[in-house]
């Protein structure tokens, strides 16, 4: 797969991506908004 003239994907594995990187950075963009929304992340617990 090529994205804006770049290969990003390459015989069905992901090119130059730190899942591990990438992931972290995802958690801690939802654990912001979660918390600037005043939501719990536990949307199924009962409180």
């Known amino acids: 797969m090529i994205v ?3 290969v990003r ?3 069905g594995q992901m090119v ?3 899942l ?3 992931r972290t950075e995802l958690e801690a ?3 912001y908004l979660f918390a600037a929304a005043g ?3 536990d949307l199924f617990s009962r409180q």
Do not use: C, F
């Open 20 to 22: 591990h990187r990438l």
């Open 4 to 6: 804006a003239g770049k």
């Open 39 to 41: 939501i719990p992340q």
């Open 16 to 18: 130059d991506v730190n």
């Open 29 to 31: 963009s939802r654990d």
């Open 9 to 11: 994907k390459w015989k």
